[in-house]
């Protein structure tokens, strides 16, 4: 596995320095995003019983399928490792079919359970990076692979369309440094959740104590309305992840992750809540997977056209992590919602 691994990393070390990318630095910097998560989710799956021909198939195609391919093959991978970790946290939480209320275990119990479950979890301790805004870091406690979906960006998702209403507006990012923003513009406010619960809720307008005073109420109660989540889910905390120093690294970077709302079961486990009904936001399923043994109702199904999604984001391993500090990067696409910077 190592001899594959080192393949792969060569791979992605010919892409970063290809000429092509320095051109148009925030398109193609995303688009050469999706091609390193297209390699590293897609190594990721393959798991241990991946061999040299696998590998060199992930390369070859990443090299050659189109952006839109590489995309939804994107979303395909995240969504298997996301129905993992709602398994694992259902068979926690829940003592069997016939019994509708969770189990009442501690968040602490909750995240060493799934650490023994999928080989981590997530800590929230003082970081060491030398910085005055960064007093507390994100730390995995135990091992994952290359690929692996380390957090969830909790919070409120704002389209573009309601990008007036988080609070703060237009100098948003002066107070908030839990905002994050993904390269079609939505906006995910993660100050809201903090640092979770310890109940399973309904995650109400009661939330939202410094909406703008001019939000309308009862757009925002339908937004929020029947939204119940678990407030342990112990992934979490991408939004404390610190960015490194100059003389560190990254070892995770951003990934766009469109949930399937369809996935009826498995919305509690997705720490979100759109504002304004954006969760009516449907998504094109093109594509083919090319994962021997994808199921007809893969996330790249052609004959699923359209369907609901809740747009979130979600942190996914650039190297194999143990015990270590949580570190982000901010993407070259990435841009401010302040409007009196930009």
Avoid at 292 to 314: A, E, H, I, M, Q
Wanted: hydrophobic share 35%; aromatic share 10%; net charge negative.
């Amino acid at each position: 596995m190592a001899f594959l691994f080192n393949k792969f990393q060569d791979a992605v070390r010919i892409l970063a320095k290809s000429p092509t990318f320095a051109r148009y630095r925030r398109k193609l910097q995303f688009e050469d995003d999706i091609n390193l998560l297209f390699m590293y989710t897609s190594y990721n799956r393959l798991g241990k019983n991946a061999d040299e021909a696998d590998a060199e198939e992930i390369i070859d195609m990443a090299s050659k399928a189109s952006f839109t391919d590489q995309q939804m093959q994107v979303q395909e991978n995240v969504h298997f490792q996301i129905k993992n970790f709602c398994t694992v946290m259902d068979e926690i939480l829940l003592p069997g079919s016939a019994v509708p209320m969770t189990r009442p275990v501690k968040r602490a119990e909750l995240s060493l359970r799934l650490k023994d479950s999928i080989g981590y979890s997530l800590d929230v301790k003082p970081s060491q990076i030398p910085h005055n805004e960064a007093s507390q870091g994100l730390y995995l406690n135990g091992e994952a692979n290359v690929g692996a979906v380390i957090a969830i960006y909790p919070g409120v998702i704002y389209t573009p369309s309601y990008y007036r209403y988080i609070p703060g507006y237009p100098r948003v990012d002066a107070r908030n440094r839990y905002l994050i923003t993904r390269y079609d513009g939505i906006v995910i406010d993660a100050q809201p959740w903090g640092y979770g619960g310890e109940t399973r809720e309904i995650w109400d307008s009661s939330t939202m104590q410094d909406t703008r005073p001019d939000t309308d109420e009862t757009m925002l109660g339908k937004a929020l309305e029947n939204n119940a989540l678990e407030r342990r889910n112990p992934l979490a905390f991408a939004h404390v992840a610190n960015h490194p120093t100059e003389e560190t690294v990254p070892n995770v970077m951003v990934c766009p992750y469109d949930f399937p709302l369809t996935e009826k079961d498995l919305r509690i486990y997705i720490p979100n809540i759109s504002f304004g009904n954006a969760e009516e936001q449907k998504v094109r399923r093109l594509g083919s997977s090319w994962f021997r043994g994808s199921s007809r109702n893969s996330w790249l199904d052609d004959s699923d056209s359209d369907g609901p999604v809740l747009k979130t984001l979600v942190l996914v391993a650039t190297k194999a992590l143990c015990d270590e500090e949580v570190l982000l990067q901010r993407p070259l696409w990435y841009y401010s919602v302040d409007k009196d910077e930009d």
